[in-house]
């Protein structure tokens, strides 16, 4: 038994399951370490930055083998008490290192020990002498008079970017401005920032829409449940009226002096959205989105913390944004995938959003045109109070939907004879017409005639994309590249040919379909350039008669009200996929895309070109009865023991060598042994065996109950973080997984 010292336990952000023990740093007491403040420390041959957990009289090291701290970053917690506990409530759920996790939370500046201080800017602002100027009395010097009339648009003071389009003599003019008594240069904290292009004006003529009898309901039982936790399903169709819910929800709560968190999906966090909460909150809003710079993060970060800012708007991992106030959390399109983290710390945000608002006892609201099994199953248990939109606001009546049969009709590059006389129709009467198809690129697969050779990657089990603008073949999943061979390589005469289609190749085609008509492509390749997804959306905006072609970055977010027709150019690619979500993911997917026809006073048409119409998929879909086909999905579910009937974690492995992943997760297996009430299912070679080089192998466990999965991973990860074969691998956990590959 040691005596009694002062103990000092600090989260590391390394991947192990333990926390470390400290001396307090030289010179400080230990009463004044307190458990979120930061310590810089020896770690292995180098220095870390640390979070302290907490304070002990002893520790399970001897003495000797104690490291004194080097020095205390922070004169107060960086993360609210309630903040600590929740992330330490993740790590345990999601069996990952708590260091890791805990440091996913901060903000870069603050992983790296910088102050937790938001940066000053300096900024340039009218004096109270010179707010007086009228700028016409300037007509001699027209210079200052424009600076002037610029400045009186920035009461709070203008930065230099604001004052730039002036021309760069603006610092001369300014000087002389000063030398007046006008205009002075202060250094204050930056405002949490917002969207770029999002200017203060366009607000006053705003009149927001009166709610209709469902939404008022919904807005009023969420009201109701302000300061006590309750999880709600607002559940509507697109164009029903939620994102006004939203809106309505977030005034009662910020007028009650408390804060409201809304997480969008990856790809819902638009420059039009982010308005249309200025529009019609007019409060200061923190965006969180990833063009922000490190220092804009660590300010939108700082005045959430604090209090400074009601309302914050970002995507996954703003759902760690700590709030002095919090109030309401809202997510939008909560059945979206990218909500769950794909790498490393593997969380869930809506699953950590419903545990965040139940620990601070405020209401969250799900809300979805076609929510995840998962919700729809806790709103059946009654965990969840399920709200609904019925209608489409303002009179919009819902798309109709059609099946086209494309299995003996001769087709141009994926596009039907019925669907390009439709897409005429539409274009005739100056409408805009949106294609969706999942798959980038010119076409899947390039194939010699000659001899069946196929282009492959050679690091993964896959096939070549054929890039006809890049002029390359591409892995998808890998992102290797090759030049586009002219002959086969395979028996060096052969003709090459590119079989099917991806989006650029149907853009072709469109292009020869329809001469002279602006065709807008939006994929990853067509908006790699900072910018140009806001300017393909743009042109759409203002413009009429234009065919929108696109991958599932189109299925949400951004309104266009003059599409009328939505073209599904190949439902068959989700219905046999290998996931047992496939069928979900797929039904979501053509739903929230036949969304976007005739949301405004034009009805829409979506036509579904499809080999399997009698497919019982789209029987449902065509009814527009999503809840008919969650059902049916769930039923399927419950008899064979699937989530959200079973829980699930998945164990991966992967190595360049080849048995390694099977050995590691073999051993997996045998420490596992036969655990009451969990099945423990492999392994087995991955559905992709190699991707990027590497062999890739996986482990199931699949229980009725969480609790005895649990007690197993409990045991069980901990004690492989240390076996040797972990040492051969790349291994993770995958709790709840979404994808099982
Ligand atoms: P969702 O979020 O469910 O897709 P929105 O809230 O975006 O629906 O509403 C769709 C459109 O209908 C928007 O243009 C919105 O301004 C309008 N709208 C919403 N509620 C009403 C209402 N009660 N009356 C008239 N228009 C409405
Ligand atoms: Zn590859
Ligand atoms: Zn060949």
Redesign the pocket.
């Known amino acids: 038994m040691n005596a009694p010292q002062d103990i000092v336990q600090v989260a590391v952000p390394v991947p192990l399951y333990q926390s470390f023990d400290y001396l307090p740093p030289p010179g400080i007491p230990l009463a004044s370490l307190r458990p979120g403040m930061r310590l810089r420390v020896p770690f292995g041959r180098g220095t870390q930055v640390g979070l302290i957990l907490g304070t002990s009289s002893h520790s399970t090291l001897p003495r000797a083998r104690l490291k004194r701290a080097l020095a205390l970053l922070d004169t107060e917690p960086l993360l609210p008490a309630g903040m600590l506990g929740l992330l330490q409530w993740a790590a345990a759920y999601y069996h990952h290192p708590l260091g890791e996790v805990l440091f996913t939370a901060l903000p870069g500046p603050l992983r790296a020990g910088k102050p937790a201080r938001q940066a000053l800017t300096k900024r340039y602002r009218l004096t109270d002498a010179g707010r007086r100027v009228d700028p016409r009395e300037l007509a001699r010097a027209p210079r200052q008079a424009a600076l002037l009339r610029r400045l009186l648009a920035f009461p709070e003071g203008a930065q230099a970017q604001d004052l730039d389009p002036l021309g760069g003599h603006w610092r001369r003019t300014a000087a002389a401005l000063a030398a007046k008594g006008w205009l002075e240069a202060v250094a204050i904290p930056a405002p949490p920032p917002a969207l770029a292009g999002s200017g203060p004006a366009e607000v006053s003529d705003y009149h927001?829409?009166?709610?209709?009898g469902p939404?008022q309901e919904a807005v009023q039982t969420i009201c109701t449940a302000l300061g006590r936790f309750t999880a709600f399903l607002l559940e509507?169709?697109?164009?029903?009226?939620?994102?006004?819910?939203?809106?309505h929800a977030i005034e009662t709560a910020v007028a009650r002096d408390l804060q409201a968190l809304v997480l969008v999906p990856e790809i819902g966090l638009t420059p039009q959205l982010v308005r249309?909460f200025q529009r019609h909150l007019r409060l200061p809003l923190a965006v969180f989105h990833s063009g922000l710079s490190a220092g804009e993060r660590l300010a939108a970060w700082l005045a959430a913390r604090d209090g400074r800012v009601p309302v914050i708007i970002g995507t996954r991992s703003a759902v760690f944004t700590p709030l002095r106030r919090p109030g309401l959390i809202i997510i939008?399109e909560e059945h979206d995938p990218s909500y769950k983290q794909q790498e490393g710390f593997r969380y869930h945000a809506r699953d950590i959003a419903v545990m965040r608002a139940r620990r601070s006892g405020i209401p969250v609201v799900l809300?979805s045109?076609t929510p995840s099994l998962e919700s729809l199953h806790n709103a059946a248990g009654g965990r969840y109070r399920h709200l609904h939109?019925t209608q489409?606001?303002?009179?919009?009546e819902p798309p109709r939907l059609k099946l086209l049969d494309v299995r003996h009709q001769p087709l141009d590059q994926g596009l039907s004879r019925p669907l390009l006389q439709a897409m005429q129709a539409h274009l005739d009467r100056d409408h805009q017409v949106l294609l969706f198809l999942n798959r980038r690129g010119y076409a899947p697969t390039l194939y010699c005639c000659a001899c069946g050779w196929i282009a492959t990657c050679s690091r993964c089990d896959a096939h070549l994309v054929v890039h006809r603008a890049r002029q390359c073949l591409h892995c998808h999943h890998c992102d290797s590249r090759h030049p586009l061979p002219d002959r086969c390589p395979g028996c060096g005469a052969g003709e090459l040919v590119a079989l099917g289609q991806g989006t650029e190749r149907v853009e072709e085609a469109l292009a020869r379909h329809f001469p002279g008509l602006e065709i807008l492509r939006i994929d990853r390749d067509s908006t790699r350039r900072k910018g140009s997804l806001q300017a393909l959306l743009a042109r759409l905006e203002g413009g009429r008669r234009q065919i929108l072609l696109g991958t599932q970055m189109i299925a949400k977010g951004h309104?266009l009200?003059r599409i009328t027709l939505v073209g599904i150019l190949d439902a068959d690619q989700g219905l046999f996929g290998a996931d047992f979500r496939a069928t979900e993911r797929l039904a979501q997917l053509i739903l929230q895309v036949a969304?976007r026809a005739g949301?405004?006073a034009r009805t829409g048409e979506v036509l579904i070109q499809t080999r399997f119409p009698e497919h019982p998929l789209f029987e449902c879909l065509l009814r527009h009865d999503y809840a008919a086909f969650s059902r049916q999905l769930l039923e399927e579910r419950r008899q064979c023991q699937l989530p959200p009937f079973a829980v699930m974690a998945l164990l991966r492995a992967e190595a360049v060598n080849q048995e390694a992943p099977l050995a590691f997760l073999q051993e997996a297996a045998r420490r596992a042994g036969e655990p009451p009430d969990v099945q423990v299912l492999g392994p087995a070679p991955s559905p992709m065996a190699r991707l990027a080089g590497r062999h890739r192998a996986q482990l199931l466990f699949l229980a009725r109950r969480r609790a005895p999965l649990h007690r197993l991973l409990d045991r069980l990860v901990p004690a492989l973080g240390r076996s040797p074969a972990a040492r051969r691998v790349r291994w993770s956990l995958d709790v709840d997984p979404q994808e099982l590959f």
């Open positions: 927001p829409p009166a709610l209709h939404q509507g169709v697109t164009g029903s009226g939620k994102t006004e819910v939203y809106l249309r939008d809300g045109a939109l489409r606001a303002g009179g919009a309104h009200p969304g949301r405004a």
